[in-house]
């Protein structure tokens, strides 16, 4: 049975940084990455490592998001630097295995605010 645990989020002020985490179990993984969803609007892909080590960034996070590997296995950290009101949203880690099927994590909130 796969798993997909997140951690990490909460309320920053503009300009601040977050470090979300995602923990996948139960299969082979052959990507991990994170997708966000705003109030109102359709959920969008953030980040996305693959296990060949290619990693993919919405042009909306560039310079800004870094995603990278944690130091557990089969873990992915999202680091959100220099973060903006606009970052606001529910931020779900997504996987896929090497068998094709797709698994999502429960959703950490993630506000930006004064």
């Known amino acids: 049975q796969v798993h997909v645990v997140e951690s990490g989020g909460g309320l920053v002020q503009p300009g601040g940084s977050l470090r979300l985490s995602c923990a996948a179990s139960?299969?082979?993984?052959?990507?991990m990455g994170w997708y966000r969803q705003a109030p109102g609007k359709q959920r969008e892909r953030v980040a996305i490592?693959?296990?060949?080590?290619?990693?993919y960034y919405a042009d909306s996070v560039k310079g800004r998001f870094t995603i990278v590997r944690g130091n557990d296995k089969d873990t992915i950290v999202l680091q959100m630097n220099s973060l903006k009101p606009e970052d606001t949203a529910v931020y779900y880690c997504?996987?896929?295995?090497?068998?094709?099927?797709?698994?999502w994590g429960q959703g950490t909130p993630v506000t930006v605010s004064s």
């Open positions: 997504q996987t896929g295995t090497i068998g094709g099927y797709v698994y």
């Open positions: 490592l693959s296990s060949g080590g290619n990693v």
């Open positions: 139960g299969s082979i993984f052959s990507f």
